[in-house]
């Protein structure tokens, strides 16, 4: 069975400090991977994702995420943070067919500090 | 480009009531899928829906059904409500069932079950 391990609830980084959300997956096969984000009230809206080829993979909003096959990670940064940035942020796998629906890890909610 | 949308927004039903939702995926997007979010259980797949047949469904009493239209357009009924049905319920749509297409998700619709 396919699972995702978000390991931060929360985590709380001041404007322009670097950012790393971790996410740890387990998956039969070659996994999708995919961060979302998503504010208060609102849907999820997606950064980034993983198929094939390159392993760093550039998204919305300046970030970025890394896929390491041998530490069944994909860890979400961002360079420089904003204000904005605050929000929870959910990493998913998923498959093809039958196993094409996501499964979340239970999400880290960012706090950005002035 | 219109993105999914899913109507009502909120909705307040009392236990043992019956409610229906909907959702309109982005045109020329086949797939349909529904999520549970709680605060307690996380994102939790429902059923995912191509081309009017359930292909996916997950660990949800039969309470919980759907269906989907020959526009791909779908709606989600909950029978009986129970207290712990009240969550956050998210659609999201994808070109086709493949999992590498990714899904675009809707606002959601939040019930409260009194």
């Known amino acids: 069975a396919q699972s995702v391990t978000q390991p931060d609830i929360h985590i709380t980084v001041s404007e322009g400090a670097s950012l790393e959300l971790r996410c740890n997956y387990s998956?039969?096969?070659?996994?999708?991977l995919f961060w979302y984000v998503q504010s208060p009230g609102q849907g999820l809206q997606l950064l980034l994702k993983y198929f094939s080829g390159d392993t760093l993979v550039q998204g919305i909003k300046g970030f970025e995420a890394e896929f390491k096959r041998s530490q069944s990670s994909f860890n979400l940064r961002k360079p420089s943070v904003h204000w904005s940035d605050a929000a929870e942020y959910f990493c998913a796998v998923g498959g093809t067919g039958t196993a094409s629906k996501l499964t979340f890890g239970t999400g880290t909610r960012l706090q950005v500090t002035l | 480009k219109a993105g999914v949308t899913q109507t009502p927004r909120y909705l307040i039903k009392t236990r043992g009531q019956q409610v229906t939702l909907s959702c309109s995926p982005i045109s020329g997007h086949r797939s349909v899928s529904w999520y549970q979010q709680t605060p307690g259980q996380g994102l939790q797949f429902l059923f995912e829906y191509f081309s009017e047949t359930q292909r996916n469904k997950g660990n949800f009493p039969g309470r919980f059904s759907g269906r989907q239209f020959s526009n791909s357009r779908s709606e989600m009924n909950v029978s009986t409500l129970e207290l712990g049905d009240s969550a956050l319920y998210l659609c999201?749509?994808?070109?086709?069932?493949?999992?590498?297409?990714?899904?675009?998700f809707g606002s959601g619709t939040r019930l409260t079950v009194v």
């Open positions: 999201a749509s994808s070109l086709a069932l493949q999992g590498n297409y990714g899904y675009t």
């Open positions: 998956y039969g096969a070659t996994p999708y």
